[in-house]
């Protein structure tokens, strides 16, 4: 078996996974045994809808038509209404990578047996996802409960031969690409569209490439800081070990210990060290402030990997019991509340990065030239790199604020308590690059901070990112056209280009 095939069994998927199908090309296969299950529950729905049993969503209407009864000969019908109007959203299209994350979690619990889809239409999927087959999925119109109906839906019209897929790179008609690699639209069985869009698995595909992404920036965080307290003349007492001891919170212990091995053999520290005795908070208090959203994003982290392996649509088939139990595992409360939280802590590491970069191009805290220029005046240098900042950190205040304590009724009051875990999903991904762009600013200030304490070397670990940054972003001697700068830097901070300089001088940061 190539090492490049996930093996979905909707057990043990994981958010490395989920990364590799997204962005790396990896294929999915089901698993053997997951075939089997899929095939009986599936045929112990056929059996229900010919002995014309009552059931939600498979029998009936949906939401507060559930007690509107569908005669047995139009339970095919009632499954293609069903995506057909629920796919009704709005706005500019998910990233492809988004998309792939999305139709594998949507494979991923659809394999474990328990929503009555068939294994042909569930091949049709995995196909589409094989060949690069995305269908376009709107960001706006899911309020988190039942799960992501208009998104999901959205993606499984595009099996039945509606809508639009994006292959190769070109938007099309989603027949013109069927009829490009060969297959056709699939006829839905009954409960499949409702197997298909029902389910938290757009928030919580977003969620889980944040989550990685977030993982990595929270080293970017801690080198460009590094960078910032060697150009600021910062004293290294508040990163001693035995303070971080005294109060053993788990990503206060881990960031101390990364500045520790960051700015390890410093001449620039070692020099200025008995200059005073502290530093302001932003320089003091990173520990406990970086590694207070790193607790919090391995609260989300652990939340999602729960749900990436969860059944979350309605009804749940339980094929061997006879049983079809209308629930509620498709309210997005857990998504929702997790990816506040992580806004909430992803923001943070950006308000306290603009506070170091504040300090950085005023003179009156620290030594360094005015705005990081040798000829301030004629020369504005980094003054308004430090706008950008204050304003992005502005936007990201706004966008921190909960989704989940709103709630708007839908379904003419049935659903009368939905998540908007979508929302959550979906403003934790714009902080999360919002981020990423201040800690990119924070990395241009600070090397050009180091370039004014020459000759004295940073550590071993800020030397190696210094190095790495100046290959492609040069010391700005006078004003030139500051954008460039700013987007090299950005991408220098994406591509892991500083994380692999630094870990490849003192090995692997936590």
Same mark, same amino acid.
């Given at each position: #078996?190539?090492?490049?095939?996930?093996?979905?069994?909707?057990? *043990?998927?994981?958010?490395?996974?989920?990364?590799?199908?997204?962005?790396?090309?990896?294929?999915?296969?089901?698993?053997?045994?997951?075939?089997?299950?899929?095939?009986?529950?599936?045929?112990?729905?056929?059996?229900?809808?010919?002995?014309?049993?009552?059931?939600?969503?498979?029998?009936?209407?949906?939401?507060?038509?559930?007690?509107?009864?569908?005669?047995?000969?139009? *339970?095919?019908?009632?499954? %293609?209404?069903?995506?057909?109007?629920?796919?009704?959203?709005?706005?500019?299209?998910?990233?492809?990578?988004?998309?792939?994350?999305?139709?594998?979690?949507?494979?991923?619990?659809?394999?474990?047996?328990?929503?009555? $889809?068939?294994?042909?239409?569930?091949?049709?999927?995995?196909?589409?996802?094989?060949?690069?087959?995305?269908?376009? @999925?709107?960001?706006?119109?899911?309020?988190?409960?039942?799960?992501?109906?208009?998104? /999901?839906?959205?993606?499984? $019209?595009?099996?039945?031969?509606?809508?639009?897929?994006?292959?190769?790179?070109?938007?099309?008609?989603?027949? %013109?690409?069927?009829?490009?690699?060969? #297959?056709?639209?699939?006829?839905? #069985?009954?409960?499949?569209?409702?197997?298909?869009?029902?389910?938290? =698995?757009?928030?919580?595909?977003?969620?889980?490439?944040?989550?990685?992404?977030?993982?990595? !920036? #929270?080293?970017?965080?801690?080198?460009?800081?590094?960078?910032?307290?060697?150009? /600021?003349?910062?004293?290294?007492?508040?990163?001693?070990?035995? =303070?971080?001891?005294?109060?053993?919170?788990?990503?206060?212990?881990?960031?101390?210990?990364?500045?520790?091995?960051? $700015?390890?053999?410093? %001449?620039?520290? %070692?020099?200025?060290?008995?200059?005073?005795?502290?530093?302001?908070?932003?320089?003091?208090?990173?520990?406990?402030?970086?590694?207070? *959203?790193?607790?919090?994003?391995?609260?989300?982290?652990?939340?999602?990997?729960?749900?990436?392996?969860?059944?979350?649509?309605?009804?749940?088939?339980?094929?061997?019991?006879?049983?079809?139990?209308?629930?509620?595992?498709?309210?997005?409360?857990? $998504?929702?509340?997790?990816?506040?939280?992580?806004?909430?802590?992803?923001? &943070?590491?950006?308000? @306290?990065?603009?506070?170091?970069?504040?300090?950085?191009?005023?003179?009156?805290?620290?030594?360094?030239?005015?705005?990081?220029?040798? &000829?301030?005046?004629?020369?504005?240098?980094?003054?308004?790199?430090?706008?950008?900042?204050?304003?992005?950190?502005?936007?990201?205040?706004?966008?921190?604020?909960?989704?989940?304590?709103?709630?708007?009724?839908?379904?003419?009051?049935?659903?009368?308590?939905?998540?908007?875990?979508?929302?959550?999903?979906?403003?934790? !991904?714009?902080?999360?690059?919002?981020?990423?762009?201040?800690?990119?600013?924070?990395?241009?200030?600070?090397?050009?901070?180091?370039?004014?304490?020459?000759?004295?070397?940073?550590? !071993?670990?800020?030397?190696?990112?210094?190095?790495?940054?100046?290959?492609?972003?040069?010391?700005?001697?006078?004003?030139?056209?500051?954008?460039?700068?700013?987007?090299?830097?950005?991408?220098?901070?994406?591509?892991? =280009?500083?994380?692999?300089?630094?870990?490849?001088?003192?090995?692997?940061?936590?």
């Amino acid at each position: #078996m190539s090492s490049n095939v996930v093996i979905l069994d909707g057990k *043990s998927l994981t958010i490395s996974d989920i990364v590799n199908v997204a962005r790396n090309g990896y294929r999915v296969e089901l698993d053997p045994n997951a075939k089997k299950v899929i095939t009986e529950c599936a045929d112990s729905v056929q059996q229900w809808v010919d002995e014309g049993r009552v059931v939600y969503g498979i029998t009936t209407g949906f939401g507060d038509l559930a007690s509107v009864v569908i005669p047995r000969d139009q *339970s095919r019908q009632l499954q %293609e209404n069903l995506l057909m109007s629920h796919a009704c959203g709005f706005g500019e299209a998910l990233p492809e990578d988004y998309v792939r994350a999305i139709m594998l979690l949507r494979i991923n619990t659809l394999t474990r047996g328990y929503s009555g $889809i068939s294994l042909q239409t569930l091949s049709q999927l995995v196909n589409y996802l094989n060949l690069g087959i995305h269908p376009v @999925i709107p960001r706006q119109g899911s309020v988190g409960a039942s799960g992501d109906l208009c998104p /999901l839906s959205h993606l499984a $019209i595009t099996l039945i031969g509606l809508g639009d897929v994006v292959f190769k790179g070109k938007k099309m008609p989603t027949l %013109e690409a069927l009829n490009i690699v060969g #297959m056709k639209p699939v006829g839905l #069985m009954p409960k499949e569209g409702l197997a298909l869009n029902n389910g938290t =698995t757009v928030m919580t595909g977003i969620a889980s490439l944040c989550v990685f992404d977030a993982n990595r !920036l #929270m080293k970017n965080a801690d080198i460009a800081a590094g960078l910032s307290a060697e150009a /600021l003349h910062a004293v290294p007492y508040a990163f001693d070990k035995r =303070t971080h001891d005294l109060r053993p919170q788990v990503g206060q212990g881990i960031v101390a210990e990364n500045m520790r091995r960051l $700015i390890e053999k410093s %001449e620039i520290i %070692e020099t200025y060290k008995k200059d005073r005795v502290q530093d302001a908070y932003s320089l003091r208090c990173l520990p406990q402030v970086h590694g207070a *959203s790193r607790d919090a994003l391995a609260y989300v982290e652990n939340v999602i990997n729960i749900e990436i392996n969860s059944v979350t649509d309605n009804p749940i088939i339980f094929h061997e019991d006879g049983d079809a139990i209308s629930g509620g595992n498709f309210h997005g409360q857990p $998504i929702a509340m997790a990816m506040d939280f992580f806004g909430i802590a992803v923001a &943070e590491i950006a308000n @306290i990065s603009e506070r170091r970069v504040a300090r950085l191009v005023d003179h009156k805290m620290s030594d360094l030239p005015p705005f990081l220029v040798a &000829e301030s005046g004629v020369n504005s240098g980094f003054m308004i790199p430090q706008y950008t900042a204050a304003a992005i950190v502005s936007e990201n205040k706004v966008l921190a604020h909960p989704s989940c304590v709103d709630s708007i009724p839908t379904s003419a009051g049935q659903e009368d308590h939905v998540s908007m875990g979508a929302f959550s999903a979906k403003k934790g !991904l714009t902080i999360l690059n919002n981020v990423t762009r201040v800690i990119a600013i924070e990395m241009l200030n600070a090397s050009q901070g180091i370039d004014f304490r020459a000759p004295l070397k940073p550590g !071993l670990g800020t030397s190696a990112a210094y190095k790495a940054f100046r290959t492609e972003v040069p010391f700005y001697a006078k004003d030139q056209y500051m954008q460039p700068l700013m987007l090299k830097s950005l991408k220098l901070v994406i591509d892991g =280009t500083l994380i692999d300089a630094v870990e490849k001088e003192i090995g692997e940061l936590k």
